[in-house]
């Protein structure tokens, strides 16, 4: 951590905004409290979006949906397929490193993945160089496992038994509940396109390395929309959406000149976007995402209603297009 952010944590504590989370019983890793002063402020900026984005506006709508879902959703969702980090361990003190991320004095890298045809199995060339950040071995192939994929969501067990079929987890974003709750609410509000669900709420997510404060932890508020559209206007309402979130930004008193646009390239981007944008910030710790623009296309509504049997088509109420 740099001189700069230790400053701004310890600011936090002293003025009540930010605590560290079990401190009394030695903290836990990556885990925030927000103090008097801190909730005030939190709870103020999502008023503030809640008014802009939902009451504000008559084409977008709100809901607030479960943490824990049916576990087919997630299957449905391709969570428990693609959701995954590569990492890699230290064999000496059993420390988890992403893969493909910049660490200070280790950098690991996949250099090509190839599918070996007679194993069924992907072969991967990667490199690593510098030392583990808690043990200090040397970084070498010996001294570190194999590249493999780490899925992060947060397992629980529904009832009493840790068995299988008991099986759970927390969600890792507000997006799904939304989705599976379309038809309830195309049912209940006679909403007409374009029209958006908006909500607020927790999302957890089992990082490997989270850190530098509270940007990166494993527990987390999202205020989220998805807006629905026709398909031969979505290059429209990208742009107008991007022009949002940039109004967003400036009305909160962020400065501007300390955003950027990134355009994740095709191989990047999560596995239900056709283009995805990141407005990264230029924080202490280096430039990083603060949100991101997706179009999902009709990936989610077409798989869970595929998974789950269900109609979830719209409906024009006029023209009676599906």
């Given amino acids: 951590m740099n001189d700069v952010l230790e400053k701004i944590v310890s600011l936090c504590k002293r003025r009540g905004f930010i605590f560290p989370g079990s401190e009394i019983y030695g903290g836990l890793a990556n885990s925030w409290d927000y103090g008097p002063l801190g909730v005030e402020l939190k709870n103020n900026i999502k008023q503030l979006w809640w008014k802009r984005f939902v009451q504000s506006r008559d084409d977008i709508v709100g809901a607030d949906t479960a943490l824990i879902m049916n576990p087919k959703v997630w299957e449905g969702s391709g969570h428990l397929k693609n959701f995954t980090d590569a990492l890699v361990e230290c064999k000496k003190c059993h420390e988890r490193y992403r893969v493909d991320v910049k660490h200070d004095g280790l950098e690991i890298k996949i250099e090509k993945s190839i599918e070996d045809k007679e194993k069924g199995t992907p072969e991967i060339a990667w490199s690593v160089s510098g030392k583990c950040l808690k043990c200090g071995s040397p970084a070498t192939f010996d001294a570190f496992t194999r590249p493999s994929q780490f899925n992060l969501m947060f397992k629980t067990f529904i009832g009493p038994a840790e068995e299988t079929a008991n099986t759970a987890y927390f969600r890792p974003e507000t997006a799904q509940g939304m989705f599976v709750d379309f038809k309830n609410i195309l049912d209940t509000t006679r909403v007409s396109l374009p029209f958006g669900i908006a909500q607020i709420g927790k999302a957890f997510r089992n990082e490997i390395t989270p850190g ?32 949002e979130m940039i109004d967003w930004i400036k009305e909160l008193g962020v400065d501007i000149e300390k955003i950027h646009e990134v355009e994740i390239a095709e191989g990047e981007r999560a596995h239900y976007s056709k283009r995805t944008i990141d407005f990264e910030y230029e924080f202490p710790f280096g430039q990083k995402e603060l949100y991101g623009l997706a179009y999902r296309t009709d990936f989610d509504l077409k798989n869970h209603e595929k998974f789950s049997g269900q109609n979830l088509k719209y409906k024009d109420h006029e023209t009676g297009e599906e």
């Fill in 212 to 243: 530098n404060f509270i940007f990166r932890t494993r527990e987390f508020e999202q205020m989220e929309i998805e807006y629905f559209i026709r398909e031969k206007d979505w290059e429209k309402y990208f742009e107008s959406w991007k022009q």
